[in-house]
């Protein structure tokens, strides 16, 4: 569903496609038409550049649909209009059917989209940008819940590659990565860059329950923000950086 603020009208978009997931919105068709995606993806009954048409009246959005059959369902990160919707990684990759994607996140210049996939055999952080669509965790451990930074460089993500959860960056153009949050006796997670990009708050049982961390990116200086006897969950930050 998509609701018009300045009329107060709710619609129906995606053609009323069932099974829509974790909607969110690409600011410009920019990523999709430097793709070049696979024209010949109207013979299976999409027709894109109808879909092109269409996205360009009322805008695009990005979202996690069902695909298959009953006893055999799995995702897939599915373009959608008002009128419309289209499997996005078929327009790249004709074996797209075979794995499982979600969490889709758009970077803030909307040049690029980071998602979980088990495309690699395991669960990884795929980023899909001009370049076309490449693994930049590749890690035999879980890798998942991609973060964009600010200035649409970085990717913050969760990973069980040191045996406990621990938060990582990657560069995305060169996938190379980085150690932010990690440690052998506690789990971290659900990371949110700080306006400026320069700090990471994440959520941390180190006291032996979940409470509010930030962590500086460059240096690793760690701050404790909450304490509280109950659980702190889910950070988000206020537009202030930390002095």
């Known amino acids: ?31 999709l038409l430097a793709l070049d995606p696979d ?7 999409f027709d894109f550049e109808a879909f092109v048409n269409d996205a360009l009246i ?17 995702t897939e990160p599915m373009l959608t209009t008002r009128n419309m919707s289209m499997p996005f ?13 979600w969490a889709i996140e758009i970077s803030t210049r909307g040049d690029a989209i980071a998602f979980e996939s088990n495309d690699g055999g395991f669960r990884d952080i795929f980023v899909v940008s001009r370049r076309g669509l490449n693994n ?14 600010n200035d649409g460089r970085w990717v913050a993500f969760e990973s069980f590659r040191g045996g406990r959860r621990g938060i990582h960056r990657v560069f995305y153009e060169t996938a ?6 990690v440690a052998d006796d506690y789990d971290c997670w ?21 409470e509010i961390y930030a962590v500086h990116v460059e240096s690793g200086r760690r701050r404790k923000l909450t ?3 109950g659980y702190c969950l889910a950070p988000a930050w206020y537009a202030e950086p930390i002095p």
């Open 136 to 149: 930049v965790s590749n890690h035999h451990a879980a890798d998942w819940n991609p973060v964009w930074s």
């Open 1 to 31: 569903m998509v609701y018009d603020l300045a009329s107060g009208e709710e619609t129906t978009w995606a053609g009323e496609r069932a099974g829509m997931m974790w909607p969110v919105w690409l600011p410009h068709l920019g990523l």
């Open 58 to 74: 009322d805008g695009m959005g990005l979202a996690i649909g069902l695909v298959g059959e009953p006893g055999n369902l799995s």
């Open 190 to 210: 659900s990371p949110t860059w700080g306006p400026g990009d320069e700090w990471i708050a994440f959520v941390s049982d180190e006291s032996g329950r979940p």
């Open 39 to 45: 024209i010949e993806v109207t013979l299976e009954g």
């Open 227 to 229: 304490d509280y006897p």
């Open 89 to 101: 990684l078929r327009l790249l990759s004709r074996d797209s059917l075979r794995h499982v994607e």
């Open 176 to 181: 190379r990565i980085f150690s932010v949050a």
